[in-house]
């Protein structure tokens, strides 16, 4: 790592490893007028204020207000992926906030909307699910109409709106300062050289060979977190405080029971998650002795848990070999994802590398008019090749979602996000298994498959049980400070990683570095998403199920609730099965490990 011991600034990053961010405005003065011209559109919106009784009103400004929100997202999509560019601009935090601010005054300006139709009586509201004029809005009315006891009164709609900007300070604020005011020290690689630590290189770290790279990497990684737990103990139960008041203003029971509703699930499918993971815990425990018989040491410390189990297995993959890799592994998902994947990567879909200042980890973020695009911090690792395959499935599933639904349906639920993405991973496993055959390349492929589960499914499903946890105690009133956080999160990484584990103080602190608690409970969605998509996968591995029914999932979007799509290429996540399945391979999976190291 001596040649990058230092992160470059983003003008040192060829222009072929950016994004095009100029198919969305190739001039800001355009960014500019869509902003100018969503004030005036808005201006209309209460000229329907008191005439929402006959369907073709009520039409008339669903289709005002989706217009305007589709100028909207593509704005606020611009100004956010430039802000992730380099988090340290000012000119792009000001975009970003403009647009931030557009939107909650959107919200605050079709306050009286949802209100003033749910006046109607019950009949009413059902005849407008029959109107002709409405049937492009039959699935979110639908959804209000479902919902019609947790709706306010106009006034009280209003002032949930006009909170929505300050409520969203927690989240924020922690962003602004984990990735772009965080500074983090240099430690010696295993060549001795002296390397800046970032967020992302702090995983290349725990994956070196050398135990003491990965130990000085873990210790400096949390002395910085240690410098400002309280803080970040602050800020999540400044979190945890805005769910809270939300739900109860909504007249739900509490934070995650309206947090499941929005996607029409129930609390049994999370609670069931937690049940079924605890209750494979011991085949965990025995990945967790592998590693220590392997590594040949005493105990698994926390920096030991991703260290290779294949000794020497060190792959450097460009990021042009990546990509010839994903295309011939997806190519079971047919001719026209692989047509998508292609125009992806000759056209600019991807921000490859890191940079100073630039968003840590990775994602896929577009909008209706845009590509999907994705932001990456490849560094040459086997590992970023199963990233860049998951988050380009994230990317497939919006423009497929986008290219076959209107605005009003395109956008889908959270629950059926992690499909695609990991059946993508799953295919590119399988792929690599064919043509890494060698006892030493099947061992390390069956490690990356158990370190999946462990990150997806059961890392992601503690989280699961910790938020819920903590959320449960700000809605009892009790304080969250930086010593009970560690404490409860140190328990849950007792019972997960088990005897066998040294439980290092260090780690009980990674609550404070994890975005996702600001998600409002998504992480359960992981560890549902990543037994589906096992599910999915094999079955298109192994020739069982239709290629047509899964390509129109995803080309459904959100016009169908999640768990019904899922049903449709046949599974059923309302019960424990895919789940339970899912678990049992990973049991069978230890075993194959055990038996090749």
């Known amino acids: 790592m001596s040649e990058t011991s230092s992160i470059k600034e983003r003008s ?17 003065s355009k960014w500019k007028k869509d902003m100018d011209r969503v004030g005036s559109e808005k201006a209309n919106i209460l000229d329907f204020k008191g005439r929402l009784k006959e369907p073709r009103e009520i039409a008339d400004l669903i289709r005002l207000t989706d217009n305007i929100s589709r100028r909207l997202e593509k704005a606020f999509t611009y100004a956010h992926l430039r802000h992730d560019e380099d988090l340290r601009i000012t000119k792009y935090q000001e975009f970003h ?13 079709t306050s009286f909307i949802i209100p003033e139709i749910l006046q109607l009586s019950d009949e009413e ?88 790279v990965r130990k000085r990497a873990f210790k400096a990684m949390y002395s910085v977190y240690e410098k400002h737990k309280n803080t970040f103990a602050a800020l999540l139960e400044g979190e945890l405080k805005k769910r809270m008041f939300r739900a109860k203003a909504r007249n739900y029971p509490s934070a995650i029971g309206s947090s499941l509703d929005n996607d029409e699930i129930s609390l049994e499918v999370y609670d069931s998650l937690i049940e079924a993971v605890r209750s494979h815990l011991p085949s965990m425990h025995d990945y967790i002795d592998i590693r220590r018989s392997v590594l040949e040491i005493d105990q698994v410390h926390m920096y030991d848990v991703y260290a290779p189990l294949v000794k020497d297995f060190d792959r450097k993959i460009s990021y042009e070999e990546a990509w010839d890799i994903i295309l011939e592994a997806l190519t079971p998902l047919g001719d026209e994802i692989g047509a998508i994947l292609r125009d992806a990567r000759e ?41 860049l395959a998951h988050e380009i499935g994230h990317s497939v599933h919006t423009y497929l979602a986008n290219k076959n639904q209107p605005h ?27 043509v890494w055959t060698s006892r030493e390349e099947r061992a390390y492929l069956i490690n990356h498959h158990l370190d999946s589960f462990k990150g997806t499914v059961f890392r992601q499903t503690m989280f699961a049980e910790f938020e819920q946890l903590i959320s449960s105690m700000v809605e009892d009133y009790q ?30 602190l990674e609550w404070s570095r994890i975005p996702h608690f600001y ?32 390509t129109n999932m995803l080309k459904a979007g959100g016009s169908k609730p999640p768990i019904d799509l899922l049903r449709d290429v046949g599974v059923d996540l309302s019960t424990p099965k895919p789940v339970d399945d899912g678990l049992k391979l990973f049991d069978s999976l230890v075993d194959d490990l055990s038996g090749l190291l």
């Open 347 to 387: 056209n600019r879909w991807i921000d490859v590398y890191e940079n100073r200042g630039k968003r840590s980890g990775a994602y896929s973020s577009g909008c209706y008019d845009s590509v999907p695009y994705i932001l990456m911090n490849f560094e040459g690792k086997v590992n970023d090749v199963f990233t």
């Open 125 to 212: 509201l059902n005849s407008l699910l029959e109107a002709d004029e409405l049937q492009f809005a039959k699935v979110p009315l639908k959804d209000i109409i479902r919902k019609k006891e947790h709706f306010l009164s106009e006034r009280e709609e209003m002032l949930l709106a006009m909170a929505d900007d300050a409520l969203e300070t927690p989240g924020k604020v922690f962003k602004m300062l984990n990735d772009a005011d965080l500074t983090f020290p240099s430690i010696k690689d295993a060549d001795g050289n002296e390397v800046e630590l970032s967020h992302g290189r702090y995983f290349s770290f725990m994956i070196s060979e050398d135990r003491d």
């Open 519 to 550: 998600y409002n409970f998504y992480v359960y969605k992981y560890a549902t998403g990543f037994s589906a998509a096992t599910a999915i996968s094999n079955s298109i591995i192994s020739g069982k199920i239709d290629l047509e029914a899964y």
């Open 12 to 28: 040192e990053t060829p222009e072929i490893s950016k994004w095009d961010l100029e198919r969305l405005y190739d001039d800001e």
């Open 97 to 109: 906030d403009i647009a931030m601010n557009h939107m909650v005054k959107l919200e605050m300006e």
């Open 408 to 434: 009003i349906t395109a956008d889908y639920r959270i629950f059926v996000a992690e499909v695609a993405s990991t059946v993508n991973e799953n295919l590119l496993l399988h792929h690599l298994s064919k």
């Open 479 to 508: 304080p969250l400070t930086a010593e009970g956080l560690s404490e409860a999160y140190g328990k849950l990484n007792r019972d997960h990683f088990g005897p066998g584990t040294y439980l290092d103080d260090e780690i009980k």
